[in-house]
């Protein structure tokens, strides 16, 4: 008996669903769709190509510059003295350089630039990650949904099938005599109710298959193929416990991140009080001033420039202490983002277990309605039962049929709500 009622989800999820585009569309196929159209991890994806970009950027500030530099001027005044022999004034001015400068020492400014450059990277490949986990998680909920409602619509057409049955039998025996009205009008009701059932649950079908599509890219009445029953077995689920999940997760790494990073923007406000050292070769043609019409020669330039920071009030040791403290939130802040995991972490445990155990009950509850109806169909047939103890036993099968897929729902749930919080 057992065998007979699960079979019946089984059998009516995996034939071709409301007779539409034939294929068998995997959890697996579901997620790839998904993933290839998903515009928030395209973002994401974007966002950590370019602060790979700007990493790359920053590194260029250790090797040295090359820059062409020109300008000139012309005395508005004295329009008329452009030109005339050597020692007189010319009212214009002219110069133009090549210079390669290569800084020496920055005080740890260029270092920490690159170094927080580095980690914004790391932090956008890691979000990658993170949103990834929300994709898969969102593909699995969309998708057993689905099953789910077509479950939920097979059942109800099944019920409506069963009432139907009994108002056939009653409606004949009413047109004998051999019943009164009462009875009639009771199955009636309840036909009528199949019926309402079977309309609520093709339309939230409906609007699975929907939400199915457009999460993939697709029109929402595009055609899907069968998906896997809602009773599909799936792989066991590996328990692992808070140190291996917290160097799975996304959260965690980037926390470790944001203290070094907290690290190094305090070791970049704090460069501003080092010394600064660069040098710089430069060589081009410059006119002098005032310009008397001499000649004009090529000028070789090599130069070194030191700053040394002396007295600024404090502003260091200030500026530390400002920088220590925002070490100090990115600690605590981690400490936060450990707790939510254990707690995640544990909820999905305890979910598993208990959505399990959820389905074997479901499963045993589902056995006894299916037989409490038989039984009582077949004395109500024989006289020996009440109309009311009919509707009863068909309300019981509906809801343990309702449970039971529920139950296999939240069970899947709960394996995915697992395998995200693990980050699998």
């Known amino acids: 008996m057992k065998f007979k009622i699960l079979s019946v989800i089984l059998l009516g999820c995996s034939l071709n669903m409301a007779a539409q585009e034939p294929g068998y569309m995997s959890l697996e196929d579901y997620r790839e769709r998904v993933e290839a159209y998903s515009q928030v991890l395209k973002q994401q994806k974007l966002q950590a190509m370019g602060s790979t970009e700007a990493r790359k950027a920053a590194h260029t500030g250790f090797l040295p510059q090359v820059d062409l530099v020109g300008d000139g001027t012309l005395n508005l005044r004295k329009l008329d003295a452009w030109n005339g022999p050597v020692g007189e004034y010319r009212n214009y001015t002219y110069s133009g350089r090549l210079m390669v400068t290569q800084p020496l ?4 400014a260029t270092q920490t630039k690159y170094k927080l450059a580095k980690d914004t990277e790391m932090l956008d490949q890691l979000a990658v990650e993170l949103t990834m986990d929300q994709v898969i998680y969102q593909s699995d909920s969309y998708y057993w949904n689905a099953s789910a409602a077509y479950a939920t619509l097979h059942s109800a057409m099944m019920y409506e099938d069963i009432v139907k049955k009994q108002y056939g039998i009653i409606n004949e025996r009413f047109t004998l005599g051999a019943i009164s009205r009462t009875d ?17 649950a093709r339309q939230s079908y409906t609007l699975a298959l929907q939400k199915l599509n457009i999460l993939m890219g697709i029109t929402p009445d595009a055609p899907v193929g069968s998906l896997a029953p809602i009773n599909a077995p799936v792989p066991a689920v590996q328990i692992m416990n808070l140190e291996e999940v917290l160097d799975r997760r996304p959260e965690y790494a980037s926390s470790i991140i944001d203290i070094n990073r907290s690290e190094t923007q305090r070791k970049a406000a704090l460069s501003q009080y080092n010394p600064q050292i660069s040098m ?14 001499t000649d004009v020669q090529l000028t070789p330039i090599v130069g070194l420039n030191v700053s ?59 056995i006894v309605a299916e037989e409490n109806l038989d039984l009582i169909s077949y004395s109500y047939n024989e006289g020996n039962a009440t109309m009311v103890d009919v509707l009863s036993a068909q309300l019981s099968w509906l809801q343990a049929q309702n449970s ?4 296999l729902l939240s069970e899947k749930m709960a394996i995915a709500d697992y395998k995200k919080t693990i980050s699998e």
């Open 280 to 293: 710089y070769v430069a060589g081009g043609w410059a006119t002098p001033t005032p310009f008397l019409g």
């Open 184 to 200: 009639l009008l009771m199955i009636s009701t309840r036909l009528k109710e199949a019926e309402l059932q079977l309309i609520k």
């Open 308 to 366: 040394v920071p002396i007295f600024r009030w404090g502003a260091r040791f200030k500026t530390n202490r400002e920088q220590k403290a925002y070490v100090g939130i990115q600690k605590l802040q981690q400490s936060v983002v450990v707790d939510n995991i254990n707690q995640e972490l544990s909820a999905a445990v305890t979910n598993l277990t208990e959505t399990s155990k959820q389905v074997d009950t479901a499963e045993e509850s589902i």
């Open 404 to 407: 039971l897929i529920s139950a």
């Open 105 to 108: 020492y920055t005080g740890g």
